[in-house]
């Protein structure tokens, strides 16, 4: 506990290359989670992003015991499951099923793989709650052009899939492809919690992926102003888990997930004084019509 708070260690620690390429990769993580987070808030797609971080997960050990890049098997894993998740769960009613039975079946098949890998156990680890020291210039290459795809195919279908968001049945009855704007959207968010992985892992990329856009959404109503919140927020988490993990040396996921949780709970108390003050000043104007 006494290295939590070495600032001089920490600053000799963001002097070095690996931390600074872990930092930008952090930062355009953090870009492109802040980005995509109302929607999925919007589109009660939370549970999605963990599932297909599931397959991500799947992906990625499958890479790790072949000998290949892990980032290019969490792609793919978590690209099959966002198709999956947008072809089997088309219907609403339907959607929390299908996505438990892949979040399950990935998860399964991810520890099975992992069980026949035999090299060294952080390895393994770093999968699941991530490990910086892996990210090279080549990790970094695959995320900035990964970034760049999913945020120039949303520009593209920002609009008509805000639409489709907002009123489904209107959209529909306007001519809004709204089932392949949904699949599409499902990939972007597959290939977004791929990205994730190495960083704060597979099982926490929720905590970049939903949580800054559920804070910004209890002080906004406004699409736009939760948009930006969402990516401050995001970058926040990112950035602030990977410098405060650095003296410490422990995983970066625990310090993300922290710094998302009670940028959350400030958010919370902020709507909670919103409307209490809103409804004390309410009260002398309902008292004379009471009378």
């Not at 001089?8 to 931390?19: H, K, Q, R, S």
């Not at 709650?129 to 990790?139: A, E, F, L, P």
């Not at 977004?192 to 970049?208: E, H, K």
């Not at 906004?220 to 919140?229: E, Q």
Request: hydrophobic share 60%; net charge positive; charged share 10%.
């Amino acid at each position: 506990m006494d290295k939590m708070f070495d600032f001089a260690l920490t600053g000799e620690l963001l002097g070095l290359d690996f931390v600074q390429t872990a930092l930008l990769a952090a930062a355009v993580l953090g870009l492109v989670a802040g980005v995509l987070g109302p929607l999925v808030v919007m589109r009660r797609m939370s549970f999605a992003v963990h599932g297909t971080a599931e397959l991500a997960f799947t992906g990625a050990a499958g890479a790790l015991l072949l000998g290949v890049g892990v980032e290019l098997g969490g792609l793919a894993g978590a690209v099959i499951a966002a198709l999956l998740i947008g072809l089997l769960g088309g219907r609403e009613s339907e959607r929390d099923s299908v996505i438990g039975v892949i979040l399950a079946f990935g998860l399964g098949m991810g520890v099975l793989l992992l069980s026949f890998y035999e090299g060294r156990s952080a390895n393994k680890f770093g999968i699941l709650v991530g490990q910086i020291i892996t990210i090279d210039s080549t990790n970094l290459n695959l995320l900035v052009g990964a970034s760049v795809v999913v945020l120039v195919v949303l520009a593209v279908i920002y609009r008509p899939l805000l639409f489709a968001t907002v009123d489904p049945e209107v959209a529909t009855a306007r001519g809004v492809p709204v089932r392949l704007l949904s699949l599409i959207f499902a990939v972007l968010v597959g290939i977004s919690s791929a990205l994730g992985v190495q960083i704060v892992g597979a099982l926490l990329v929720v905590s970049l992926m939903v949580t800054p856009a559920a804070a910004a959404a209890r002080v906004t109503a406004s699409p736009w102003k939760a948009t930006v919140l969402s990516i401050v927020f995001a970058e926040i988490a990112a950035l602030g888990g990977i410098i405060l993990s650095l003296a410490p040396g422990k995983p970066v996921s625990a310090f993300v997930t922290t710094i998302s949780f009670v940028i959350y709970l400030v958010c919370r108390l902020i709507a909670w004084l919103r409307g209490r003050s809103s409804r004390i000043r309410a009260e002398p104007t309902a008292e004379p019509a009471l009378r």
